[in-house]
């Protein structure tokens, strides 16, 4: 994705500071009268468009990619996966931790679906089988 056309805040800087420098080098300028003070036009603010530009990279980035989606299931299922070498080397010890099993559970529960089908359909599997070895110890997930 390639952002083009933003704007450079240096002309609004340097039209800034011009106005900030004294004219005749006094430390104070002349007052100014309320018949000029009503006819002055404020200053413009001068920086409006560079917010709205920044609104618009902000909004473009909070919106997923296609492979996000499918970086988000991948690291979902090796998730999954390691859990699931960890209940099997505790299985082996002889002691399954049950804090263990609800982290499992919980990690069940967090899935949100991607938009890559293949990567889905390897993501059910390994779900399947997590779910399985929960149901032998007895936990059942929703």
Do not use: C
Not at 5 to 17: H, M, N, V
Not at 80 to 86: H, K, S, V
């Amino acid at each position: 994705m390639r952002i083009s056309g933003f704007q450079s805040l240096s002309s609004t800087q340097a039209k800034a500071s011009a106005r900030r420098r004294p004219a005749s080098g006094s430390a104070f300028a002349p007052t100014v009268s309320d018949e000029t003070a009503q006819a002055a036009p404020a200053p413009s603010a001068g920086g409006g468009a560079t917010v709205t530009s920044l609104s618009a990279v902000l909004a473009l980035q909070s919106v997923e990619d296609a492979t996000s989606g499918r970086k988000r299931a991948l690291r979902h299922g090796n998730d999954l996966l390691d859990a699931l070498e960890n209940l099997k080397v505790e299985l082996l010890g002889g002691k399954v931790a049950a804090d263990r099993l609800e982290r499992l559970m919980a990690m069940l529960k967090s899935r949100r679906p991607g938009d890559d089908a293949d990567v889905e359909a390897v993501v059910d599997e390994i779900e399947l089988r997590a779910r399985v070895e929960l149901a032998k110890l007895g936990r059942f997930a929703d």
